[in-house]
């Protein structure tokens, strides 16, 4: 048996790209090793959507190719956004690479590998002058980013636990932001049919996942490319007839994007989570012009407060881009008065990074790295001081937690509420008196907060609040 082990980087949408390529090698034998010590082959998943996120990519690969030059290693493939943005520069200077794979050609990770493999095996049977010239065969599969792979509903190996999972409903995005590379390595906005997405949830919920988790670029323009119609709604209200599934979050929500019939499924069905993550990245009208986005101050405001009329219990996240190019002190000081008022739940903030091949990289006004930097830190630290008056209020409250684990050296279970995405929100910490389950969605009384993260007690049935 071939083991094969598998790095994946980036975002949670890459992930799903991972564990699709997982089910496909699963599924022809290969088997998942925990080191690289133990692997025939590597995969890397790579991102590059921003600097930080490159050069993770990179030092992983190189870290990789390491085992390749040593001789332990047989075959080092390397997928995802790096590989299709980089692939000319990854096969001149990473010669231990042996084949990049697109954004949409992971569904070949099987033939390649295998051909790979099968290569190197041949190697040991030829003369050292033969075996020179078949390593150098490098293979590029890279298709039309356009490309909208098989959505193989039934192939995944889920990662992220086995009670939580991620749907990706789309692939590619046709904003165009000025800062943003994603459509020239993800390509034009592509839904999955909605009857393919209806069946991998359904084999998701039958493998014991409660929770679903919507993902693409863009999630709410679902269905425009193929039925001509916001399908979102709809699609929501039939993943809420599957057995199994309690939660369904929605990622990735354009403000501009959002419907009064999105509102009033959310308002309706009960699985749906009172939860949105809204990525806006400004305030300021002049800088969102500049960005390519389509809304404005006023806008963001109105839907902020529809919201908050609509659903009082929802939680809002959002994420912001400081030193964007030409951005003023001023411009940032009303950035952060919104913020001030605006007062959202959750949020996250990153500094402008500047990509090859994006208009903003080319604009004037360029900002200081260590500027972009103090600017996130105190728009940081004011939303530290809003999310603490936030969790601190919901003392005394009666919670449903999503428990993901146990911490032995504390004796405490740790887990999350509605209120908390995975990754990038906060948890809370359970103290329990029988023992509980991952996975496990438990009735808790919150005792304490922090700034990001809840403390509670476990609610037995003699305990409910009359």
């Given at each position: ?402 428990i993901e684990g146990y911490l032995y050296e504390d004796d405490i279970y740790i887990g999350r509420t509605y209120m908390d995405a995975p990754k990038v929100d906060g948890n809370v910490f359970v103290r329990a008196e029988e023992e509980l389950i991952s996975g496990d969605i438990v009735p808790v009384r919150i005792t304490g907060a922090n700034e990001y993260d809840l403390m509670g007690d476990v609610i037995y049935a003699d305990e409910f609040t009359e």
């Amino acid at each position: 048996m071939k083991n094969v082990l598998f790095v994946s980087l980036g975002c949670d949408k890459n992930l799903v790209d991972s564990e699709k390529m997982l089910g496909l090698l699963n599924e022809a034998g290969y088997r998942v090793a925990q080191e690289e010590s133990e692997a025939d082959a590597i995969v890397v998943n790579t991102c590059c959507f921003i600097h930080d996120a490159k050069e993770e990519s990179i030092e992983t690969i190189l870290e990789m190719a390491e085992w390749k030059k040593k001789g332990d290693l047989r075959a080092l493939i390397v997928t995802g956004c790096m590989a299709q943005r980089y692939q000319d520069e990854i096969q001149q200077e990473i010669p231990e690479v042996d084949a990049v794979i697109g954004t949409t050609g992971y569904t070949e990770i099987v033939s390649i590998l295998d051909e790979v493999l099968d290569r190197t095996e041949s190697l040991q049977e030829v003369s050292p002058e033969e075996a020179v010239t078949q390593e150098k065969s490098f293979i590029n599969c890279c298709p039309s980013i356009d490309l909208l792979p098989d959505s193989l509903a039934d192939k995944r190996v889920v990662t992220t636990g086995g009670y939580t999972a991620y749907l990706k409903i789309a692939e590619g995005c046709n904003k165009r932001c000025t800062y943003c590379i994603i459509p020239y390595i993800r390509g034009q906005y592509r839904s999955f049919p909605m009857e393919d997405l209806l069946q991998e949830a359904k084999n998701l919920a039958s493998n014991g996942v409660k929770e679903l988790i919507l993902i693409a670029q863009e999630t709410t323009v679902y269905g425009m490319d193929c039925y001509g119609r916001k399908a979102l709604p709809e699609l929501l209200t039939k993943l809420c007839e599957i057995e199994g599934i309690e939660w369904i979050r929605i990622l990735y929500c354009y403000p501009e994007e959002i419907t009064d019939e999105l509102i009033a499924v959310m308002k309706k069905e009960k699985k749906v989570c009172h939860y949105l993550d809204i990525p806006i990245q400004h305030s300021e009208d002049t800088i969102l012009k500049r960005m390519g986005r389509r809304t404005n101050r006023a806008e963001l405001i109105s839907l902020v407060e529809k919201l908050r009329k609509e659903i009082p219990d929802i939680v809002l996240r959002t994420t912001l881009i400081t030193g964007f190019p030409g951005e003023t002190e001023e411009e940032f000081n009303n950035m952060v008065d919104f913020v001030d008022k605006m007062e959202f739940d959750r949020l996250g903030v990153f500094p402008y990074s500047a990509e090859e091949g994006t208009k903003a990289a080319e604009m004037d006004g360029q900002i200081p790295e260590d500027i972009k930097e103090s600017r996130r830190d105190e728009i940081m630290a004011l939303q530290q001081e809003i999310s603490a008056e936030k969790e601190e209020r919901r003392i005394g409250q009666e919670m449903s937690v999503l428990i993901e684990g146990y911490l032995y050296e504390d004796d405490i279970y740790i887990g999350r509420t509605y209120m908390d995405a995975p990754k990038v929100d906060g948890n809370v910490f359970v103290r329990a008196e029988e023992e509980l389950i991952s996975g496990d969605i438990v009735p808790v009384r919150i005792t304490g907060a922090n700034e990001y993260d809840l403390m509670g007690d476990v609610i037995y049935a003699d305990e409910f609040t009359e």
